[in-house]
């Protein structure tokens, strides 16, 4: 194979990992896909090591090791579905590496995130069915959801400006915590504990724990434990912001 085709392989797989990493994926499910691709291409002994911020990929022993950098994370389970379905097609030899490399940079400028105004009523929806699975009472429901919309957008809007997530989670729940607290003090809500942890829900880092324990579960500690402390250090701003407002005010 010449080199030229090698690098196509490459930059592939190291998209296909990235694309998944960057989508919330297991680190277990990225370094299959990226073995698995390079193994249809004529690479059954690649090497792949990927942690939650970086991957290391090598075709050959005799091949320079290439590095590529994970810096931003997110949730896009849509992305991760695509990147299998193109993984697989390379795989069955449905189509070529150069092929894939090229829907997978398509798929990698795609923005396949739900719009902004739907991810703040569907946080408040889900803010206020958590109160009711919490043994709330149902004149809560649409306080909740009110508090739950606002905190949410103060996130959203905080860590598009600032790219500091503690930042912007801590400073999001002391705004839900204030809210709830307003309006039970005014007679709109009733009991505040139950406000604020179903209005807390939709930044609780769930996703996160979840991928931390399946690769602590398969094997890869640096990644479980580098995905633990960042759920631990979301789940720290998250109270942070809450006992802010309950020693000041309360």
Request: proline letters at 2%; a neutral charge; hydrophobic letters at 50%.
């Amino acid at each position: 194979m010449k080199q030229n085709e090698k690098l196509i392989v490459i930059d592939a797989c190291l998209l296909a990992g990235k694309i998944m990493m960057q989508s919330g994926a297991e680190t277990y499910r990225a370094e299959d896909t990226m073995i698995r691709m390079a193994a249809a291409c004529g690479f059954p002994n690649s090497q792949s090591y990927v942690t939650h911020t970086g991957i290391i990929f090598s075709l050959e022993n005799l091949d320079p090791t290439q590095v590529v950098r994970i810096n931003e994370r997110g949730t896009n389970l849509e992305k991760i579905a695509l990147v299998n379905d193109i993984s697989r097609k390379i795989t069955a030899g449905v189509i070529d590496a150069e092929t894939g490399y090229a829907e997978l940079k398509k798929l990698s400028k795609e923005n396949l995130a739900s719009p902004i105004w739907l991810q703040i009523i569907a946080a408040s929806i889900a803010s206020g069915c958590f109160l009711i699975m919490f043994r709330g009472i149902w004149a809560d429901f649409l306080p909740a959801m009110l508090i739950s919309g606002v905190g949410f957008s103060a996130f959203l809007l905080l860590h598009h400006h600032t790219k500091v997530k503690f930042f912007a989670e801590s400073t999001a729940s002391f705004v839900i915590g204030l809210l709830a607290l307003l309006l039970v003090k005014n007679g709109l809500g009733h009991q505040l504990d139950i406000i604020v942890i179903a209005s807390v829900m939709p930044l609780v880092p769930g996703l996160l724990i979840t991928n931390a324990i399946r690769d602590l579960m398969a094997g890869h500690f640096l990644s479980g434990l580098s995905k633990g402390a960042e759920a631990f250090f979301t789940a720290l701003a998250i109270g942070t912001g809450v006992a802010v407002v309950y020693s000041l005010f309360i």
